[in-house]
């Protein structure tokens, strides 16, 4: 199984950024997949997660409001879409899958988010 992060970048307070999971090795459908992300000197937190079929989306307190997710099965894809960003974004978010009926989660690398004031 392999997860491949992209879409961190360098932006302004208030811009947006669209963050991608592209998963391979692994069937998309029946999974649960999601974001983490580790702020510098703080402890990687739960951000938000999906179930395959959309119908149950976990939002962790730091991601209500301005960010969503979304998965394109076609695509084994999974985004996080980020709006009004805030220099308390800056992180790295990693993108994880795990089974709906249990076993290994997989971890991507991460992807670098840096919000300037």
């Known amino acids: 199984v392999q997860l491949v992060e992209s879409g961190g970048a360098l932006v302004q307070a208030g811009g947006s950024l669209r963050l991608s999971c592209a998963a391979s090795g692994m069937t998309f459908s029946g999974t649960v997949m999601g974001w983490y992300r580790q702020a510098p000197g703080k402890q990687r937190e739960f951000f938000i997660s999906?179930?395959?079929?959309?119908?149950?989306?976990n939002v962790g307190e730091s991601a209500k409001g301005r960010f969503s997710i979304f998965r394109d099965d076609a695509k084994n894809t999974m985004y996080l879409q980020m709006n009004s960003l805030k220099p308390d974004d800056t992180a790295v978010y990693y993108c994880?899958?795990?089974?709906?009926?249990?076993?290994?989660?997989?971890w991507g690398q991460g992807t670098q988010v840096t919000v300037s004031s």
């Open positions: 999906t179930t395959s079929d959309g119908r149950r989306v």
């Open positions: 994880y899958a795990e089974s709906v009926v249990g076993g290994p989660r997989y």
